[in-house]
């Protein structure tokens, strides 16, 4: 079936610097991918919609300068948390449509834990 | 503004037990409402539901969808230690853009 692979799994950063997620999607092409964050014992959260060469749409409250979202090829889609602090630590999750229609629901990434110190 | 409501919150019960989690929903150009679990890591995919009335099953799961009074519900049976996580019930809008519902976190008891 189709697989999402993302990447890293987990990463600690120190305040103040960035982190890049990537999200491939392998043996199909995502023409939209969607990322998401989740909060402890919260559920998820759309951040933003990312179509494959033109800008992502951003949810309301989240900050386009601080999570750069870059969708340049149908395969990769990345997430860019810029100036990192500790309260964007949080699991991020993407998502991408599955080969043959929405019907069968989206496929999800493994997730990404940060972590900001 | 579109929202997913999930009830119970939390439920903790003991092996074998039969659980009924609950959905609503109220959102705009519905297509689909999905089911997932999710234990460390991303969600995994459970149901997805459609049309009204029409019963899913995999296993001890079932989940059935009401688009009339705008909810659905997951039974589990039998339940297993196993099957402690977070259910997550998600709604599809004519954008395909998801919105989840709170969760319910099922923790089952040995």
């Known amino acids: 079936g189709a697989v999402v692979s993302q990447h890293p799994s987990r990463v600690i950063c120190k305040s103040g610097t960035s982190v890049k997620i990537e999200c491939r999607s392998l043996?199909?092409?995502?023409?939209?991918m969607f990322w998401y964050r989740q909060f402890p014992k919260k559920s998820l959260m759309l951040m933003a919609t990312s179509n494959e060469g033109s800008k992502a749409t951003y949810e309301q409250g989240v900050e386009k300068d601080k999570f750069l979202i870059n969708h340049a090829s149908l395969t990769l889609s990345t997430l860019t948390v810029t100036s990192a602090h500790p309260e964007d630590s949080s699991f991020y999750i993407c998502?991408?449509?599955?080969?043959?229609?929405?019907?069968?629901?989206?496929?999800f990434g493994s997730g990404t834990r940060l972590t900001v110190v | 503004e579109d929202k997913v409501v999930q009830s119970p919150l939390s439920l903790v019960v003991h092996e074998g037990d039969t659980v009924t989690l609950n959905c609503s929903y109220e959102?705009?150009?519905?297509?689909?409402l999905l089911w997932y679990k999710q234990e460390k890591k991303a969600p995994t995919f459970l149901f997805m539901l459609t049309s009204s009335g029409i019963e899913k099953k995999s296993g001890r799961l079932s989940s059935i969808l009401d688009k009339k009074e705008l909810f659905s519900i997951l039974n589990i049976t039998a339940t297993q230690t196993g099957d402690s996580a977070v259910y997550l019930c998600?709604?599809?809008?004519?954008?395909?853009?998801?919105?989840f519902g709170t969760g319910t976190r099922l923790k089952v008891l040995a």
């Open positions: 998600a709604s599809t809008s004519g954008t395909y853009k998801y919105i």
């Open positions: 959102v705009t150009n519905f297509r689909s």
């Open positions: 998502s991408a449509s599955t080969p043959g229609g929405g019907l069968e629901g989206y496929t």
């Open positions: 043996d199909f092409q995502a023409t939209t």
